[in-house]
């Protein structure tokens, strides 16, 4: 079990906290999480890494840093880290309201309908990420946490949005925790605009943070984060180990 664990790494070119990790848990995507490190030169961090942790045959190492600040040409973005004051987001436009569920079963649908279209559309971000459980729903729904995104004039939700009380690694705040927009509604601004209407209505202190990670293939939701006045803080990016697999 020791082997699991986080080490701290200490070699003549530069030392580093890191641990083994499973991308998806799948035990057939292993990478290192490098928590923090002082080496001048990545190569030779990635060289540190893969003789480090040669017994898990790991196909990447992930740092973590400010936006823009890793740059190396085979880098390749996992995710990034968005956040703003709710009272600084981008002004409520009235597109859509959030109106809380009936129950819950509505939302487990509407999400399963979801990632089956994800799935057909884009396979590669589907096999990196994973709806909310029905249990999560269930519960967020009880807490009040759960709402259906509905555009101004209509009665049927066009999606969902969730955010609770959680934190980003180390940064607190309201966690967007789940949110999906139909893909015959796609394209229309409509996750950026409940993100708004939450912050503007729903945040019962507008003084908190917003903020949710976003996967690296997920270009809409980040377009969407922008949009509702969420930049990104943080970026994590995967540098390979064996060029011959994906992280």
Known sequence: MQDYLHRHLRTPSGSLI????????????????????????????????????????PHALQLRDLPGLIRAPDARL???????????????????????????EPAEALLRQRFRRLAQDDPALAADIQPAAPRELRVWHAEGMLRAIVPRGRQEPAGLIAIRPDRCRWITG?????????????????????QAAWAAEVAPDRSRLMI??????????????????????????????????RA
């Open 174 to 194: 309201d966690v967007v925790q789940e949110e999906a927009v139909a893909a015959h509604h796609a394209g229309r601004g409509y996750a950026a605009a409940a």
């Open 78 to 104: 996992d995710q990034t880290i968005h956040a703003a004051r709710h009272d600084a987001m981008t002004p409520a436009d009235g597109r859509v309201w959030l109106r809380p569920f009936a129950d819950s």
């Open 212 to 245: 949710g990670t976003i996967d690296g293939r997920n270009a809409a939701s980040r377009i969407s984060a922008r949009r509702a006045g969420r930049e990104a803080v943080l970026e994590e990016v995967f540098l390979p180990l064996d060029r011959g697999r």
């Open 18 to 57: 890191g641990g083994i990790r499973f991308f998806g848990q799948d035990i057939r995507r292993p990478f290192v999480e490098v928590v923090a490190h002082d080496f001048d030169n990545l190569d030779t961090l990635r060289d540190a890494v893969r003789l480090a942790w040669a017994g898990f045959a």
